[in-house]
């Protein structure tokens, strides 16, 4: 099994910035994509970003030119700098993984970022 860890969550004011953190760990063969969702009080979980291993990115258009995602493949991390933040971009944010090698999806527990002033 593969263990997600998220941190960097916390309040800002919009405007503001966030860096949240990724941290894969355990038995891991060979985590091909990771990614960022979130969920609102209400709404569906959602696309937020994600990241293979060749570096290619896709963004949900509401994040876009404002979010960037990262990886460290030789640390199996991933990063989200947020800037430009929102009070529509509170929610939790959950990382995602993906194993090529068991052909396992896997899930952190989330992080909660708050957007007010």
């Known amino acids: 099994q593969v263990q997600l860890v998220e941190s960097g969550g916390g309040l800002v004011q919009p405007g503001g910035s966030l860096r949240l953190s990724c941290a894969a760990s355990?038995?891991?063969?060979?985590?091909?994509?990771m990614g960022w969702y979130r969920q609102a009080p209400g709404n569906e979980r959602e696309l937020v970003a994600e990241?293979?291993?060749?570096?290619?990115?896709n963004y949900a258009d509401s994040v876009k030119d404002r979010f960037i995602i990262s990886r460290d493949n030789t640390q199996n991390t991933a990063y989200l700098q947020m800037n430009s933040l929102k009070t529509e971009d509170t929610a939790v944010y959950y990382c995602?993984?993906?194993?090529?090698?068991?052909?396992?999806?896997?899930w952190g527990e989330g992080t909660l970022v708050t957007v007010s002033s």
């Open positions: 995602n993984a993906f194993d090529t090698g068991n052909g396992m999806r896997f």
């Open positions: 355990g038995r891991i063969f060979n985590i091909y994509q």
């Open positions: 990241i293979w291993q060749s570096g290619n990115t």
